[in-house]
């Protein structure tokens, strides 16, 4: 069952984000939204991309594993976008050894040419992130490079050699902006002064209208006599994410009288906790012991002083740098907020799927 739960980005309470990051876009500017996972990141700019008529180019950086992984990725998000002939031409009078296009069945890809060497990819980069400029401007529109996840750019850039040359092409083109897509709102180069959007959770009023708006579209409403919507936004912890999921599961539910209920409501995210055991379990394999003890512990007592004394001898942590480590890997993973939302967990379901698992 196919459940559309969309909704303007004005009633799930991000406008003034969302009026920020067009303004930006529309002066020719780059910025970085920071924000855990779920919170709507990558759906506010590309909204508001469209809002300034521009070509959103998306790439995951966390699928560039190394620099060759990224050309290709780039090239791939441009040939998605552009026309092929538009990209032939270019080929032909600029990139002719480093790139070719590669026609398949239904569809035209720009890839690197076969015979490019370790030693031409830097001249293959710099090439290739022109190219962007060079559309727009035939095409007579603006462009959005969208960067998800960028941080692991540096597992292989090791200097930032190749983020800094983007950073300055698309700083000195006038028809493309770049968006960095991350957890946390690291500090920026001051050379290149990024505008930084951060997003938090929603509040639970906002959230509340929003589901009930929601479960309207499809003739539900959640039962005033029973406190599901209570239940509902204690579940979601004002993440979009979790929130959209449950929504989902309660609209396929469809009690025949057309009301949720506290119980379908806790039956949803049993259901929910149930599909999503193996990706948790799964995450946690993947997580260093000091991080998944300090997760355990912030799922049980979230706290805004987890370096306090009190709250390393109550749950048995290592003092010092090791808390420290784990702290802001947890943040740069996008599992936890910071202490402006009192080191509590980032995913709400993560954090009961943890309790649950840690009561049995």
Known sequence: MNVNVSTSIEIVGRSAQFQQIVEV????????????????RRTLVRTAALEVGAIALEVDCIRAIAARQFIELLAET???????????????????????????????????????TPKQLWQAFERLIQLPQLLAEVVDKRVVLILQSFPHLRAWDRN?????????????????????????????????????????PLADDVLAVWAREILHTHG????SRSPAIDTFI???????????????RLV??????????????HQAIQELLQDLSITFESLLMLLPATQVQLLECLALDPTSKPQSREYIQKHG????????GALIGLQQKGLIYGSEQN????????????????SE
């Open 25 to 40: 876009l529309a002066r020719d500017g780059n910025l970085l939204i920071a924000g855990v996972p779920g919170c709507g």
């Open 234 to 248: 204690d579940a979601v912890q004002g993440h979009i994410g979790d929130a959209l999921t449950l929504i989902r």
């Open 317 to 324: 942590l290592s003092r010092g740098g090791s808390l420290q």
């Open 220 to 223: 539900l409403t959640f039962d």
């Open 252 to 265: 396929v539910m469809h009690p025949t009288d057309k009301l949720i209920r506290d119980e379908q409501v």
């Open 78 to 116: 441009i040939s998605q976008n552009f026309d092929s002939t538009l990209l032939q031409t270019w080929v032909n009078t600029i990139a002719k050894d480093l790139f070719a296009i590669h026609v398949s069945e239904n569809s035209t890809h720009l890839k690197l040419a076969p015979a490019v």
């Open 160 to 200: 930032s050699e190749w983020e800094n040359t983007l950073r300055r092409e698309i700083k000195s083109q006038t028809r493309v902006s770049y968006v960095l897509v991350a957890t946390i709102a690291e500090v920026t180069h001051s050379e290149d002064p990024l505008e930084v959007v951060e997003l938090t």
């Open 343 to 358: 080191y509590r967990l980032a995913l709400p379901f993560f954090a009961l799927w943890l309790r649950q698992r840690l």
